[in-house]
């Protein structure tokens, strides 16, 4: 019974220090738009006009609202920058999937298609195929990751 105890005792420790550890990334739209953070830091913080945080929903980023769970950080330009920039919808189509495929930003899911993100962020993008034994889609998925 000692030993049970003492395997539980480690096994959540374990758990508990990995959960600990989990990176949580917040998105950064720049100019309404959906940057990595690669980009980001190529921005001269001189050409940067205003910058607001958002922890949860909020009627000035409603089209975001899906974003805000691990954190949303909106900069706004002095000047506009030009970025190559694409919806979700056409995201979808350059990687030739459907519309009703589903979108995925740092494993969370986009639901509004008209939102834009830069263009560089396709070339991270994995494509993962329905497969019920290892997630429950019945279309493809497109998953991004902004780090």
Do not use: W
Not at 22 to 51: G, Q, R, T
Request: proline share 4%; net charge neutral; hydrophobic share 40%.
């Amino acid at each position: 019974m000692k030993n049970l105890i003492l395997t539980f005792a480690v096994f959540f420790c374990v758990q508990f220090s990995l959960a600990q550890k989990s990176e949580v990334n917040p998105i950064y739209i720049v100019d309404n738009v959906i940057v990595s953070n690669v980009l980001l830091h190529s921005f001269d913080p001189k050409d940067i006009e205003s910058v607001q945080v958002y922890k949860s929903p909020s009627s000035q980023i409603q089209q975001y609202d899906d974003l805000v769970k691990n954190g949303l950080i909106n900069i706004n330009m002095k000047k506009p920058l030009n970025l190559n920039k694409v919806s979700i919808s056409e995201a979808k189509k350059k990687l030739n999937l459907t519309s009703e495929s589903r979108f995925f930003l740092n494993d969370i899911e986009v639901h509004n298609d008209s939102i834009l993100i830069a263009e560089d962020l396709l070339t991270r993008a994995r494509i993962l195929q329905p497969d019920k034994k290892y997630n429950n889609y019945k279309v493809p998925a497109i998953s991004v990751d902004t780090n």
